[in-house]
């Protein structure tokens, strides 16, 4: 579903990426962890070229990112994204933050789409915010329909960025509540955390990233339980 | 003092008065039309990516920035016209003149409030599989504008002021219409106060509609 070889970004001259493989099949539920400012982020958006490639190839859904043909709104349309932030538009009610893309994008009639969008909210368990603005969620809730927005386009894969980073701890469950779900569903899911309870039951794999590298990766158990790199040993002692 | 002045006099040249007001509200109001429309299209094509289109802009609005009105006023209306070659009229000269200037500050009021809607809205809308139009036009856009009515209503109230100024290039408005009288009338103080309460009329009603519409547009 999604091939990177030896991906590399540079922001100016510091390279934060640097030279990255890995494939991650359909329904692979794909956790990555490691310290702050390891690349982490820049990697997940340089998958739905948020952050332009600066050397190496990405494929997405057969699609070569790095080819100026290809369309990157299409490709973005099959690749779900979720925020730490949430970014939900404010001005716009739930329902409406939901329906936007479908319209506009999809081009589907306002009523399939409040349909659609009515039955994910059901979905994420908020049928009953839907006329309400953002602000008005809690950060728990607002993360919910940040994915149920995601969902709506009906991507083939979704990118998790910190999803739960910015909440308080008691609003982390929900939120991963739904993410579990999705997984059991069958989706494919790119999910940037520090949940290690999360990478440890939802996840098919787990990579350990550092200074911009994948410096290990390995079924749950083997990281969390054997790890091999002195690097990926001193992070978890840390963290865990 | 007070009583040593005719003020029911001036019921005569309310009409003269009114034909000053009427030029004074149509430059206005057509100027900030099309001042409203430049604004958004240098204030966007300053933040272009394009290289071409941001220096364009950057040009136009630091040549109006950089100059008073009033030698706008007399560029547009004096030497314009040996430049291409047709004569202006002095209403059509002040409508540009509002509109140009305007524009350049409304450029940088819509900028402003462009740049102050968080990078993660425009990221949000691309990753949706919107282009970058429709998110402007769908997420930024909307939010900005909230953002961008009170210093709007400042311009406005700016260049319905800065109206009085083309009286200099012959515009019958309401300060030219003032000064006719006044000099033939005698009657300076009556005059001039009843041009001035005129001006505080039409910017109060306008501090008023603008209050109005950002308290409806906050919820
Ligand atoms: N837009 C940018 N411009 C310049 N440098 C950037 C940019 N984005 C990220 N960086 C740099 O790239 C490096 C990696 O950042 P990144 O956000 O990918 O790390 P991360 O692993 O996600 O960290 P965190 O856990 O703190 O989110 C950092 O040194 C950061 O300063
Ligand atoms: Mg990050």
Redesign the interface.
Known sequence: MITVKDLHKTFGDNEVLKGIDCEIEPSEVVCVIGPSGSGKSTFLRCL?M?EPVTGGEVIVDGYNLNDPKTDI??V??E???V?Q?F?????KKVIENLM??PQ??RKISDDEAHERCLKLLEKVGLADKADQYPQSLSGGQQQRVAIA??LA?EPKMMLFDEPTSALDPELVGEVLEVMKQLANEGMTMFVVTHEMGFAREVGDRVLFMDEGVIVEEGVPDQIFSNPQSERTKEFLNKIL | MIGRFNWAGVIDFLPQLMTGLYYTLLISIVGLVIGFILGGIFGLGRIAQSKVISSISVVYIEIIRGTPVLVQAIWIYYALPLIIGTELGSVTAGIIVIALNSGAYIAEIVRGAVQSI?K??M?????????HG?TMR??IW??AF?RMIPPLGNQFIISIKDTSLLSVILVPELIFQGRLIAANHFNAVEIYTTVAVFYLAITLTLSFVLQRMERRLET
């Open positions: 739905n948020l709104n299409m973005r349309t690749v779900g994204m925020f932030q970014n939900l538009f404010p001005h936007l893309a506009k994008v927005r995601a386009m | 968080d993660g809205q990221e949000a809308g691309r990753s949706l599989g919107l282009n429709q769908y997420i909307p939010q909230k």
